[in-house]
T-cell receptor, first 112, second 116 residues
Framework: EAQVTQNPRYLITVTGKKLTVTCSQNMNHEYMSWYRQDPGLGLRQIYYSMNVEATDKGDVPEGYKVSRKEKRNFPLILESPSPNQTSLYFC???????????FGPGTRLTVL | AQSVAQPEDQVNVAEGNPLTVKCTYSVSGNPYLFWYVQYPNRGLQFLLKYITGDNLVKGSYGFEAEFNKSQTSFHLKKPSALVSDSALYFCAVRDSQTDSWGKLQFGAGTQVVVTP
């Protein structure tokens, strides 16, 4: 089944404790992206990747890192999480920047 | 710079009535426009997109959207709403004139409530 998977689905952590949210797609998509969803603000793009080893900032990249070492995986790294990063995070992938995106199920992160 | 606005936080409609969800945008070049839907406790799903061509775009689940360049709008429509259409709808835009080709801007979302 074609899908985008994210792990973990739920995470409660404390300020400053490094964490990684994994994202993997099995559709051989070149384009991948991370978003955060907050009430009243909609979806905001954090980082995107046009292909392997090609990543770029979205609208809200501060406090986040990404890497794209292989096509299927696009992990989101929070080196030192803070409470304002408490949010619902979505990973997405598509064949290209103008194509429809397939979204993962979301990761609900709480930073205390 | 690209931006998108969804002027209504919530739209209420009775089942069987027409549904319209508004979206306006601002871009430097040509817009590439998308609609996505988020059903309760589920991920986002693609509905339709406008890249070029016909101003009326047909999508999934009976939805369509009309691209209006002069009004910089891309409103989502459905002729007859169903209770199952109750969800959060997002409009998104990508600017053709940009150095950041992969950047996509989403609106704040419009909650649609369809009552029986």
């Amino acid at each position: 089944e074609a899908q985008v998977t994210q792990n973990p689905r739920y995470l409660i952590t404390v300020t400053g404790k490094k964490l990684t949210v994994t994202c993997s797609q099995n559709m051989n998509h070149e384009y991948m992206s991370w978003y955060r969803q907050d009430p009243g603000l909609g979806l905001r793009q954090i980082y995107y990747s046009m292909n392997v080893e090609a990543t770029d900032k979205g609208d809200v990249p501060e406090g986040y890192k990404v890497s794209r070492k292989e096509k299927r995986n696009f992990p989101l790294i929070l080196e030192s999480p803070s409470p304002n990063q408490t949010s619902l995070y979505f990973c997405a992938s598509s064949t290209g920047a103008l194509s429809l995106q397939f979204f993962g199920p979301g990761t609900r992160l709480t930073v205390l | 710079a690209q931006s998108v606005a969804q002027p209504e936080d919530q739209v209420n409609v009775a089942e069987g009535n027409p549904l319209t969800v508004k979206c306006t945008y601002s871009v430097s070049g040509n817009p590439y426009l998308f609609w996505y839907v988020q059903y309760p406790n589920r991920g986002l799903q693609f509905l339709l997109k406008y890249i070029t061509g016909d101003n009326l775009v047909k999508g999934s689940y009976g939805f369509e959207a009309e691209f209006n360049k002069s009004q910089t709008s891309f409103h989502l429509k459905k002729p007859s709403a169903l209770v199952s259409d109750s969800a959060l709808y997002f409009c998104a835009v990508r600017d053709s004139q940009t150095d950041s080709w992969g950047k996509l801007q989403f609106g704040a979302g419009t909650q649609v409530v369809v009552t029986p």
